[in-house]
Each structure stands twice: as C-alpha cells, then as structure tokens.
C-alpha cells in the first residue's frame, strides 16, 4: 500500500476487506468457495491489526456484510469514475479486469523470486491479454470456471472461452446457438451444464450498487 501511495501520490484511498459471513453468492450457490482452503490462522490474527493500523492512519475501511471486497471496489470505483475521478484498483484478483474503463486503471501486483512486479489493465490491455473487453470476461469467466469459486464447463479451458465469447460476445447468445458451436467437445460441455453456465455467469458478475454509505471526501488521503 505504502508502495502505491509513493508512486501514485492518491487524493483519496479507501480498502475494502471481507467478512467472514456468507455472501449473496453463498446463499445463491451452495458450492461457493467451497474448495478454497481456509485463511491460515497466523494470517486470520493479523486481519483485526492490520484494519486497526489503517484507522489509526485515518485510511477508509470499509467492509459490508452480505457482500464482497469486489463488490464494495467495483461500486466506488464505478461511483468515483461517474463522478470524473481516476481510479486505480490495486488487488491480486483477476476478476476485478472486468472493472477496467477508460478512468478505472486495474492494477495487478505479482511477487516472483521475491520481486514485485505490477500489471496495468485497462480495457486495450484486457483485450490484447484474453481477446475479450472487460465486460465479456465476465462471460468468459462463466464458461471457463475457476478451481475455488465458479463451477463453469467442465474442460472448457480459457482459450476456448476466449474463442467462443470473441464469437458470440454473451452467454445468453452462446446458449442460443448451441447447435453451431465449435469444437464439439465444448459444445457437449455448455449444453450438458447450461444452467451451472447461467448460475456462473452471476456468479462472476461484481456486484457494482452494493448500498454504501461512502462519501469519497471522507476517505481523502492526509
């Protein structure tokens, strides 16, 4: 955080974390990070400290229960963006890309061989990354699936996805042309799970009116 504050030099900053209770995805579906292995409890016992640290600094938190950290970004960065603001959207969440617009700048650190590096998105990067606009990754997401949270088509992997949104651009519109699509072995794939494809698609979705109470002139940076 300090990191991006020094080279960024922000107006205002606001971190988002999430709750332990279950989600409106959990109550929708079951199976929702079902797979995820558990916080590791020497990490969970920092989680109190470090949002007792940022209040301390007089740095926004803001957690909401029924919702995400995804949510609460996607909807002040999509609220500060209307309002005229550049955003930056710092998080190692992939799903977070479909975020990206011309004021919302996606920001990806990555740690290899104890170096860390930062990858910029917005929407031209998204594209010239997975062939999509950050609004089909959504429905590119909803084919592929991921391990821990979205059950999508089993064997669908993310080239196929890729190739088969670049094509029809939506889910609904892959489900409508279920006869033509290629190659075959997809096509059995989507068809045979086409309501896990739809129940994945709204999993995927960040949520970007979650009811906040935020006012982006409290959280500005001092």
């Given amino acids: 955080m300090f990191k991006f504050i020094d080279e960024e030099k922000p107006d205002y900053i606001t971190v988002a974390f999430d709750l332990s209770e279950p989600t409106f995805r959990h109550k929708a579906y079951e199976a929702y990070k079902g797979t995820r292995k558990p916080m590791a409890p020497e990490l969970k016992q920092q989680v109190p400290l470090i949002k007792e640290l940022l209040r301390m600094m007089n740095i926004t938190v803001i957690e909401k ?20 603001i550049d955003v930056s959207v710092i998080s190692g969440d992939r799903d977070l890309l479909q975020l990206a617009e011309d004021k919302i700048q996606i920001r990806i650190p990555k740690t290899k061989k104890g170096v860390t590096e930062v990858e910029n998105y917005y929407p031209e990067d998204v594209v010239a990354l997975y062939g999509v606009t950050p609004l089909e990754f959504i429905d590119m997401k909803a084919l592929m699936g991921d391990t821990s949270n979205i059950p999508g088509a089993p064997g669908v992997g993310p080239k196929t996805a890729s190739a088969i949104i670049q094509k029809y651009h939506s889910v609904d519109n892959v489900l409508a ?4 699509l290629k190659p075959p072995k997809a096509q059995k794939s989507i068809t045979e799970n086409a309501e896990q494809v739809k129940m994945s698609r709204f999993l995927a979705e960040i949520n970007i009116n979650v ?12």
Avoid at 66 to 77: K, L, M, S, V, W
């Fill in 177 to 180: 042309h279920l006869d033509e």
């Fill in 65 to 84: 229960a029924g919702y995400e950290a995804d949510d609460i970004i996607g909807t002040i960065a999509k609220r500060s963006a209307a309002a005229g």
């Fill in 211 to 222: 009811p906040l109470d935020y006012n982006i002139e409290n959280a500005e940076i001092g």
